[in-house]
């Protein structure tokens, strides 16, 4: 059930970066701004913060157990039955978060580039690809999700850069007007984003043994990365749209991308064309991450000694459950910023610091042969 190649701790850290920012970079902009209004760059160092304390559990985990993923190990920390329980909620967790995806790339799809095509079709395309790069393995994918990513961050750079010459300080003004409790509530959404770095707890046992005790740094590397990124974008829509608009924008970081018009440079205009092309392969990696950590974990779970028969039969569960589960686009938004935060965070800083704590106070280590503890 092992992936037989390894990849780097430099690949895993841009692994969780990439599978973050390609959802967050859409919908940070508009949920913070939605809350914290002019004041929504603040909201991003609580969520950062929040990230860098989730991402620190989780790697304190995985190495404890870094030769085993967490459906193999919870068993023995919490007991048969409760760790059986815990370990199908880390299931369904990552088959969750594939599935949202899936949803949140045919939206953006539908509703900005093609609106005649269905969108069980986009969905069934973006699922056909991710189960392809799923049998070529999780070494190829990190290579290409590499150049990948920081071309992304790159084309990020380009659009504030053109765009701030168009900012108006006036628009952060004033400053905490409402009190501290409308900036935390705008942290609640990406912190919850910042906290699906805990995939980690799928990837430890691939990550070369020579980098794994090094996990903590590049993971908290990869929070403040992710952190400097989000907090550009959200400053670079309240900045030009103000706070309403950027609040009220499905999708504020495309139209920051559309904003740029340099005549002397045409070279340079239509980012939003460029933007797509590195989200829509972001969005791919990321779905194809959380499938393949929500199969293996359900093999596992199972006690299969192969994952890829599950591929097929999952990829349809979560085509038709990515297409029901929501209405339309503003349920969607709705859920984004009122349940899914709430939802993930559980697993993500609840059942994982519950399970380490338990490991530490049990003082359980590995089984013999799945590699030594920290």
């Known amino acids: 059930m092992r992936e037989e190649g390894k990849i780097s701790g430099f690949q895993a850290m841009n692994y969780a970066i990439s599978i973050v920012l390609a959802t967050a970079i859409l919908f940070v902009p508009s949920i913070t701004a939605e809350h914290a209004r002019q004041d929504a760059w603040l909201s991003l160092p609580l969520a950062g913060a929040f990230g860098a304390l989730v991402t620190y559990i989780a790697v304190r985990l995985a190495l404890r157990f870094p030769g085993e993923t967490v459906v193999q190990y919870t068993p023995r920390v919490l007991g048969p039955v409760i760790g059986k329980l815990v370990g199908f909620i880390y299931v369904y967790y990552y088959l969750f978060v594939a599935y949202f995806v899936q949803r949140e790339f045919s939206e953006l799809m539908n509703a900005a580039y093609l609106e005649r095509t269905p969108m069980i079709v986009i969905i069934i395309v973006l699922t056909a690809l991710a189960v392809y790069l799923l049998y070529q393995g999780l070494e190829v994918l990190c290579r290409v999700n590499t150049v990948v990513l920081w071309s992304m961050i790159g084309a990020i750079f ?215 503890g920290t």
């Open 158 to 372: 380009l659009i504030v850069m053109f765009g701030i010459k168009e900012v108006r300080l006036e628009e952060f003004l004033p400053v905490l007007d409402n009190g501290p409790g409308p900036v935390i509530l705008g942290a609640v959404a990406p912190g919850s984003w910042f906290g699906e770095t805990t995939v980690i707890l799928m990837l430890m046992p691939f990550i070369l043994a020579t980098d794994q005790p090094r996990m903590v740094k590049f993971n908290l590397l990869a929070v403040l990365i992710l952190f400097l990124v989000l907090q550009m974008i959200v400053v670079a829509a309240v900045g030009q749209f103000g706070a309403e608009q950027a609040a009220t924008k499905l999708f504020p970081t495309l139209a920051l991308a559309r904003h740029v018009d340099i005549p002397e440079l045409p070279i340079f205009s239509r980012q939003d064309a460029v933007f797509m092309v590195f989200w829509v392969a972001g969005m791919l990696f990321k779905l194809t991450t959380f499938f393949y950590a929500g199969t293996l974990a359900l093999a596992q779970w199972l006690n299969l000694k192969d994952y890829r028969p599950l591929i097929l039969p999952l990829a349809v569960v979560i085509t038709a459950l990515s297409f029901h589960a929501w209405i339309d686009i503003a349920e969607l938004k709705s859920f984004s910023g009122e349940v899914f935060p709430f939802a993930i965070s559980f697993v993500q800083f609840f059942l994982t610091g519950l399970i380490l704590a338990v490991a530490v106070f049990r003082g359980i280590r590995p089984q013999p042969g799945k590699g030594g």
